[in-house]
């Protein structure tokens, strides 16, 4: 019965988002307030019926329920409690009822919260938001129905795929949606701005804090990714350049010049048309990176194999969405005007400068991602574009960018000075090149290229910090008074300090930990001993042992600096009963910001076993900045302007005044 009710509920959202589609954009392009006020409590009741389908397959996966298809393919009995409410979300259908949910919640937001926009861009941005909604509830229901029955229930299900029964699966999923989807409300946004020509900068501010929200999430998302494949895989890498992986990353570099081009929208009311340009380029790459998990056309550890069929809905969805959006700004962009001029050494410069940067490096993956595809679809050749393409395409790209992103916020609006700019950050150079010098002296000439890394991350981070020393001016006006300036700057001030200085702190581990780890293969028998960057590393030997729902073989491990005992690690493989497939659990030491890495691999009889080892520099740096960044979108979320309308430009008040005094 739970179970029908989830499917009801389902077929009767999709209903709702019939009347949404229609009425309230009908009601803003006639200015009818009754159908307007129909899109509100619509998305509300969207987001209840999406929770209580939701909520009716989370209670068929908890009490394993084997009478429903997608239960019987995803689950067992005897996996842990935690996987079976993560296995939810850990197969297709589920995943895309997830993504409905975050879909349907996006918009309830807006009906909920957004007092502030006018009604008529609040109805048609809902109504476009349920155009999108009903396109994939339309999907689940024609073809990935997550409530279909089977005939005669099996006693026991086939199990979650083993990869996917780590606690990685109850964040990752979550936080990548949210990020993914969230990139809805912007398109949604921009297809009404079209719809109703209402781009100017009060539309600018609108937007951002739900771009913001999005990016902050598919941040945390993708971190959260890396560091799962990283200790779940068993290989010891944090980035493999995966289509998959690739499929995520792009929209985070459209939604980074999404983030900084509406900044000059709404400051100057410039790059209008690259906005909304953006806006609708952003999600579009959420949908293109939907089709690549989903239709099946790639294998990999994050994609769902699917039947054709499904990828050529999806693929429908594709063309009618970004088709009919990308129809829609041929027609009104030539409508639209354009905003303020600037010279090009001024911070809208800098802006622009980010812009091209972030698109060029999001083309350069567009391309390695989707011409093996294409060139497979057309001539039946299969080739591979892994990291070396990617390293010597996306790497030069941001090189240039970092060494610009001190200068974007110091430079003035309208017409900046680089002279000055430059002195203002004589500090984080000089600090940039000690860092320098010292990773040349520690490491030595071996390795030309990282020591400029580690200058480069550390210029970015100073460049950050001498970005609010500048504002509050410290040595001006005291430290009494800077730190009353200090406590005073606006939520979007220290939202941006604190995102560049944790791109900064990323790009530092990325660095550190890619030029300087050391690695140890090795087969090693009890008693045995090798050696990595300082520590001794000892197999004591190996032992069975089981689980709920499979077998492994563990290996016991000491680790040891000069004789003194650091820590021991158990490192596994396992394998997991129903499905019979293999996993490894890695065993992983955390040294300050760096980690001791230990992976078996295949066992060689009288106890010897292949072992890797690895010392990771500063890895952990990696995923710290990213935390750091998402939380400068959190400052940024917080400042008082973006819930409050975009103030008139001087020249339109000075315009307005002798009117009213008419």
Known sequence: MIVELGHYALVLAFALTLVQCFL???????????????????????????????????????????????????????????????????????????????????????????????????????????????????FLLATSNPFARVANPPLEGADLNPILQDIGLAIHPPLLYVGYVGFSITFSFAVAALILGRTDAAWARWVRPWTLLAWCFLTLGIAMGSYWAYYELGWGG????????????????????????????????????????????????????????????????????????RGVFILGLLVFFIGGSLALYAWRAPMLKQGGLFAPISREGGLVLNNL????????????????????????????????????????????????????????????????????????????????LFTFWLWGMEKVLAPLGV??????????????????????????????????????????????????????????????????????????????????????GAAPRRGPNYVEEVGHFTIRQGGVLVTELDPSKRVYTARQMPTTEAGIHTIGFSQIYLSMGESRGDGAIDVRVYFKPLITLIWIGCVIMSLGAVFSMADRRLRIGAPKPASRRKTAQPAAAE
Not at 466 to 493: M, N, Y
């Open 455 to 540: 200058g480069l991350a550390v210029w970015v981070m100073a460049g950050a910090v001498s970005e609010i020393v500048t504002r509050v001016k410290f040595f001006e006006i005291g430290p009494k008074r800077g730190f009353a300036r200090l406590v005073g700057l606006p939520g979007s001030a220290w939202g941006t300090v604190v995102a560049h200085f944790g791109v900064g702190v990323t790009v530092l581990g990325i660095v550190t930990a890619s030029a300087f780890q050391e690695e140890r293969i090795e087969t090693m028998r009890p008693g045995d001993t090798v050696e990595v960057s300082g520590y001794q590393v000892t197999f004591d």
């Open 238 to 309: 944090w980035w493999f350049w995966d289509p998959v992986e690739n499929a995520s990353f792009m929209p985070w570099l459209a939604g980074t010049a999404l983030l900084h081009s509406a900044i000059v929208m709404e400051k100057r009311e410039a790059l209008k048309i690259w906005t909304v340009l953006l806006a609708i380029f952003t999600f579009s790459l959420s949908l293109l990176g939907t089709f690549l998990v989903r239709s099946g056309v790639l294998t990999s550890v994050h994609a769902f194999a699917t039947d054709p069929a």
């Open 24 to 138: 309230p954009l009908w009601g803003a392009l006639t200015g009818d307030d009754r159908l307007m006020a129909v899109a509100p409590p619509v998305s509300v009741t969207l987001f209840m019926l999406i929770m209580i389908s939701f909520v009716a397959l989370t209670i068929a996966y908890l009490t394993s329920d084997f009478s429903v298809l997608n239960v019987v393919q995803n689950s067992h009995s005897a996996k842990p409690f935690i996987y079976k409410f993560t296995g939810v979300w850990g197969n297709h259908e589920g995943s895309m009822l997830l993504w409905v949910l975050i879909l349907v919640f996006f918009g309830a937001l807006v009906g909920v919260f957004g007092g502030n926009l006018p009604k008529d861009l609040k109805a048609a941005t809902l109504a476009v938001q349920a155009w999108v909604t009903g396109g994939f509830i339309l």
């Open 357 to 436: 940067f972030l698109t060029a490096a999001c083309a350069a993956v567009f391309v390695g991602t989707l011409y093996p595809l294409a060139l497979d679809a057309v001539t039946g050749e299969k080739i591979s574009v892994g990291a070396p393409f990617f390293n010597l395409t996306f790497g030069p790209l941001m090189i240039p960018l970092l060494l610009a992103v001190p200068f974007g916020p110091i430079l003035a609006w309208k017409r900046g000075d680089l002279l000055a700019a430059s002195q203002r950050l004589y500090v984080a150079f000089g600090l940039a090149l000690v860092f320098t």
